[in-house]
T-cell receptor
């Protein structure tokens, strides 16, 4: 089974500073996608950013960027200029094709980020 | 507005009483799936569907059923709920393949007493 590892159960960052949330993955597939989702205390899952395994450039979406290091199998999320509203759980996920033409989306266990004033 | 809706949002029930959680998407997505989220375990896939009448098991399918009679709807059925199915459930949809972003519903918090 594919595996996603988020080694930081919790992180603190001061407002306006940048923070990096770590994610490593394990797969033997050549084609896969990497995603980051945010889950605030209200519970909904909010899509943040996507990186395809064949994309050569790191993905960016506003204040979010994904530091993709394919050889190291890592896909770290960088949040620049943190805001108080960034306090939430963050999940890294990887999708990969299944033999029956379906696909699986596997999630890490998440990192809780707290942004302090 | 493009969205995935789930109902109910909150449900408290008793062991053995059959229940259905509905999921509907208005984006004409082919792929839909159900996840459960438990503390310390992240999200785990229960079932998924590649298209109408095509469903398959995810990582934790025991105790659940699904159906996909229409493209937009993908209900989750618990025939005989048990307390270990107390969880937060998410429905998600995406266009087709593993590189397409999955859009999540708001979640259904289920408690089985």
């Amino acid at each position: 089974a594919q595996k996603i590892t988020q080694t930081q159960p919790g992180m603190f960052v001061q407002e306006k500073e940048a923070v990096t949330l770590d994610c490593t993955y394990d797969t033997s597939d050549q084609s896969y996608g990497l995603f980051w989702y945010k889950q605030p205390s209200s519970g909904e899952m909010i899509f943040l950013i996507y990186q395809g395994s064949y994309d050569e450039q790191n993905a960016t979406e506003g204040r979010y960027s994904l530091n993709f290091q394919k050889a190291r199998k890592s896909a770290n999320l960088v949040i620049s200029a943190s805001q108080l509203g960034d306090s939430a759980m963050y999940f890294c996920a990887m999708s990969s094709p299944l033999i029956n033409s379906g696909y699986a989306l596997n999630f890490g266990k998440g990192t809780s980020l707290l942004v302090t004033p | 507005e493009a969205q995935v809706t789930q109902n109910p949002r909150y449900l408290i029930t008793v062991t053995g009483k059959k229940l259905t959680v509905t999921c509907s998407q208005n984006m004409n997505h082919e792929y839909m799936s159900w996840y459960r989220q438990d503390p310390g375990l992240g999200l785990r896939q229960i079932y998924y569907s590649m298209n109408v009448e095509v469903t398959d098991k995810g990582d934790v399918p025991e105790g659940y059923k699904v159906s996909r009679k229409e493209k937009r709807n993908f209900p989750l059925i618990l025939e005989s709920p048990s307390p270990n199915q107390t969880s937060l459930y998410f429905c998600a949809s995406s266009d087709r393949g593993p590189t397409d972003t999955q859009y999540f519903g708001p979640g259904t918090r289920l408690t089985v007493l």
